[in-house]
């Protein structure tokens, strides 16, 4: 499985941009993909997840209402993505794209749900 994320950039507040992570290898429909981001220094942290299958969604409650999650596994090739609009410089981190196999305790943001990470794309929101 090889997971490759692009779209971060230089944005100022309130912009938007959209995350995309192509999911090379995964096939798995009873799984969870989703988005994490990290800051230098701190914990990496969980910001939305969806059912690999693309039932279900959940977001973390700092970017509620403002990021969006989806999933297009209509093609060979599974791609999720995550719409960020309303952008705050606190957005500003890494995001790493993550994949698991087979999910435990349904939606979960719990870095041990993912088997697969993606190598990064930088976000970075200027004031």
């Known amino acids: 499985v090889q997971l490759v994320e692009s779209g971060g950039g230089s944005v100022q507040a309130g912009g938007s941009l959209r995350l995309s992570c192509a999911a090379s290898g995964y096939t798995s429909t009873s799984g969870l993909m989703g988005w994490f981001r990290q800051v230098p220094g701190k914990e990496r942290e969980g910001v939305a997840t969806?059912?690999?299958?693309?039932?279900?969604?959940?977001?973390t409650p700092s970017v509620k209402g403002r990021f969006t999650i989806s999933l297009d596994n209509t093609k060979s090739q599974n791609t999720v993505y995550l719409q960020m609009n309303s952008l705050k410089p606190e957005d500003t981190a890494m995001y790493y794209c993550?994949?698991?196999?087979?999910?435990?305790?349904?939606?979960?943001?719990?870095?041990?749900?993912?088997?697969?990470w993606g190598q990064g794309t930088q976000v970075t929101v200027s004031s």
């Open positions: 969806i059912y690999s299958s693309g039932e279900h969604s959940y977001h």
């Open positions: 993550a994949a698991g196999d087979r999910r435990r305790y349904g939606l979960s943001l719990e870095r041990s749900e993912y088997d697969y």
